[in-house]
């Protein structure tokens, strides 16, 4: 079952511009990673925000976690061709095993 | 490159067939994941293994079995296949279980024909 939703499901930015996404998950969690993939290709783990934590940094991304409301944002800075790619987050309950979204389809225009 | 490897990373095969995916961790991750990737159910969780133990198990169909052996890679068998079968199969590693990342390989694309 896919325990958090990306909103939107696609995104299509100009090169330059940001790109916010969000995630909405049902349970309590440990914590929550993002992950980049490029086209049927592998998964590039992002970062990981742990449940007591409301806010990561790394490079061009943001990560914010609000507990409270079951939801987490993943924004990306100053936009390149490059971050084409879905993104999907991914809830671990405390168990290890990630559940994951059903993702976001962000293109990034030249 | 995430340190985790898997192979092969293209497999076609027939209905009914059986196949074995292999996965190697990243070096000094104890815990072994499998994961798949299909058009309709999207990513799910298979199974997990920790220093060569079974630790959970997802939607995993009872036509799959997984083990990890001492040196800590991991097999995938996948039996009697179905053309619904065909899915991107990923192998995931982390340190241990429990609030650390999970670092993915490249994934073994299965058709089945």
């Known amino acids: 079952s896919q325990q958090g939703e990306e909103d939107p499901q696609a995104l299509s930015i100009q090169e330059g511009e940001n790109a916010t996404m969000n995630c909405s998950y049902k349970t309590s969690i440990n914590n929550l990673q993002w992950y980049r993939q490029n086209s049927g290709r592998g998964l590039v783990h992002l970062i990981l925000i742990r449940s007591n934590e409301r806010e990561k940094h790394s490079g061009r991304l943001r990560v914010t976690l609000d507990t409270s409301k079951k939801s987490s944002s993943l924004l990306i800075t100053a936009s390149r061709a490059a971050d084409t790619a879905s993104y999907f987050c991914a809830t671990d309950e405390g168990g290890s095993r990630l559940t994951f979204g059903e993702g976001t389809q962000l293109t990034v225009n030249p | 490159d995430s340190g985790v490897t898997q192979t092969p990373k293209h497999l076609i095969t027939a209905t009914g067939q059986r196949v074995t995916l292999r996965c190697s961790p990243r070096s000094g991750d104890l815990s072994v994941y499998w994961y798949q990737q299909s058009l309709d159910q999207g990513l799910q969780f298979l199974i997990q293994y920790y220093n060569g133990e079974e630790r959970a198990k997802g939607n995993i169909l009872e036509r799959f079995s997984a083990q990890q052996f001492p040196d800590l890679h991991s097999e995938l068998n996948l039996s009697s296949l179905e053309l619904g079968d065909s899915a991107l199969y990923f192998c995931?590693?982390?340190?241990?279980?429990?609030?650390?990342?999970?670092?993915f390989g490249p994934g073994t694309r299965l058709t089945v024909l």
């Open positions: 995931a590693s982390s340190f241990r279980p429990g609030g650390y990342e999970q670092f």
